[in-house]
T-cell receptor, first 111, second 116 residues
Framework: DAKTTQPPSMDCAEGRAANLPCNHS???????VYWYRQIHSQGPQYIIH???NNETNEMASLIITEDRKSSTLILPHATLRDTAVYYC????????????FGTGTRLTIIP | NAGVTQTPKFQVLKTGQSMTLQCAQD?????MYWYRQDPGMGLRLIYY???????DKGEVPNGYNVSRLNKREFSLRLESAAPSQTSVYFC???????????????FGPGTRLLVL
């Protein structure tokens, strides 16, 4: 699986959009980008995933560059409950393939 | 529907003691996983089970054994606990394969283990 690079930490003001970047320059054509988050030592929670098109769901939007070497997770209106560690993971799109977690980005929402 | 459950929530062991961490899911999932997370680190895969009756090593299997007792349950055993195994242990499961990339892993609440 391709490796990812994320900034170790970011701050965002409450109510603003939080933009979390991820580099995955060695991604293969059949690999998807997944985002998970972990709130205060709870089990990780799935947020969103995508292959090459931009994706949006009720939690977030995912923007993937045309060359697929990087992506950005967008939380449109961050709240204090979005404070968490966010993990960007690249893997093939088979459901039972294992996830490889890096150290993620610790996002702190500032009141 | 309780999702993924883990017992115990907390455990303190002395070096050399043994214990089994229990995980169960009621979602009829095929694949189950055990991860550990050390302070300030991401999760690392210990073992996984793609289906009932099969198990495979992950990234950090040394010092652990697993049993896929049935489709619902996947246990992790420490035969002789060491301080280096102090960690938070997460169990996860995933819906049956074949439905494609939208399948995601569902995680349990974790077991916090301290080995003295």
């Amino acid at each position: 699986d391709a490796k990812t690079t994320q900034p170790p930490s970011m701050d965002c003001a409450e109510g603003r959009a939080a933009n979390l970047p991820c580099n995955h320059s060695t991604i293969s054509g059949n690999e998807y980008v997944y985002w998970y988050r972990q709130i205060h030592s709870q089990g990780p929670q799935y947020i969103i995933h995508g292959l090459k098109n931009n994706e949006t769901n009720e939690m977030a939007s995912l923007i993937i560059t045309e060359d697929r070497k990087s992506s950005t997770l967008i939380l449109p209106h961050a709240t204090l409950r979005d404070t968490a560690v966010y993990y960007c993971i690249v893997k093939r799109g088979f459901g039972n393939e294992k996830l490889t977690f890096g150290t993620g980005t610790r996002l702190t929402i500032i009141p | 529907n309780a999702g993924v459950t883990q017992t115990p929530k907390f455990q303190v062991l002395k070096t050399g003691q043994s214990m089994t961490l229990q995980c169960a899911q009621d979602m009829n999932h095929n694949s189950m996983y055990w991860y550990r997370q050390d302070p300030g680190m991401g999760l690392r895969l210990i073992y996984y089970s793609a289906s009932e009756g099969t198990t495979d090593k992950g990234e950090v299997p040394n010092g652990y054994n697993v049993s896929r007792l049935n489709k619902r349950e996947f246990s992790l055993r420490l035969e002789s606990a060491a301080p280096s195994q102090t960690s938070v242990y997460f169990c996860a499961s995933i819906p049956p394969s074949g439905r494609g990339p939208q399948e995601t892993q569902y995680f349990g609440p974790g077991t916090r283990l301290l080995v003295l």
